[in-house]
């Protein structure tokens, strides 16, 4: 089956710092990927949707200025959590989608955790 | 827009008894019903999906689930759970091209020895 890939697993930095997590589609071209964040004890909440090559379009209340994502390829996305602060530190999980068999399915990756101190 | 409830937050089952997990959606057209297991600290493992045809969907560990239109529903269920099904449980919806996920609020399963 499809895989996505994370990382890095863990993060935990300093209050200020700027973090960047990559997600990887290892054996399928995603055209889209999408990031997710999960606080703890709760479900996962849709922050944006990429399509490689384009902005990303990001859900009501995510600043787009302080999650930063990059699509630049249709393997790799990339989410930069900039100026990171301790209300940030949470369990960000990307998904990927491409085609299969006719069928878009979204796959997820492992997730990173980050904290932020 | 789509919306899913799971109205158990938590259950407790013993090991070896039957389990079923409800999952109630709300979605205009036909929906893409997907349920993912999450082990704590882990990633989503997707157990099982409905996007069209037989209304009894098998799915991986010994899982199944049911498409229900009338009830709007799309509960999992298990004969005879393992310790190591405890975990928590996410049902989904999407549109009808898999995209726009919405996920429940989870139900999590802790299973007695």
């Known amino acids: 089956g499809a895989v996505v890939s994370q990382h890095p697993s863990r993060v935990i930095c300093k209050s200020g710092t700027s973090v960047k997590i990559e997600c990887r589609s290892l054996?399928?071209?995603?055209?889209?990927m999408f990031w997710y964040r999960q606080f703890p004890k709760q479900s996962l909440m849709l922050m944006a949707t990429s399509n490689e090559g384009s902005k990303a379009t990001y859900e009501q209340g995510v600043e787009k200025d302080k999650f930063l994502i990059n699509h630049a390829s249709l393997t790799l996305s990339t989410l930069t959590v900039a100026s990171a602060h301790p209300e940030d530190s949470s369990f960000y999980i990307c998904?990927?989608?491409?085609?299969?068999?006719?069928?878009?399915?979204?796959?997820f990756g492992p997730g990173t955790r980050l904290t932020v101190l | 827009a789509q919306s899913v409830t799971q109205p158990d937050i938590h259950i407790t089952v013993s090991e070896g008894a039957s389990l079923e997990l409800r999952c109630n959606y709300s979605?205009?057209?036909?929906?893409?019903l997907f349920w993912y297991v999450q082990s704590p600290g882990q990633g989503l493992q997707l157990l099982l999906k409905?996007?069209?045809?037989?209304?009894l969907v098998q799915g991986i560990k010994g899982f199944e689930a049911e498409f229900k239109r009338s009830q709007s529903s799309f509960n999992l269920r298990k004969p005879s759970v393992h310790w190591s099904d405890a975990a928590e449980y996410f049902c989904?919806?999407?549109?009808?091209?898999?995209?726009?996920?919405?996920f429940g609020p989870g139900t999590r399963l802790s299973v007695l020895p």
């Open positions: 409905y996007f069209s045809g037989d209304t």
């Open positions: 054996d399928f071209q995603a055209t889209t």
């Open positions: 979605y205009g057209a036909t929906p893409y």
């Open positions: 989904a919806v999407a549109d009808n091209y898999g995209q726009n996920f919405v």
């Open positions: 998904s990927a989608s491409g085609t299969s068999g006719g069928t878009d399915t979204q796959y």
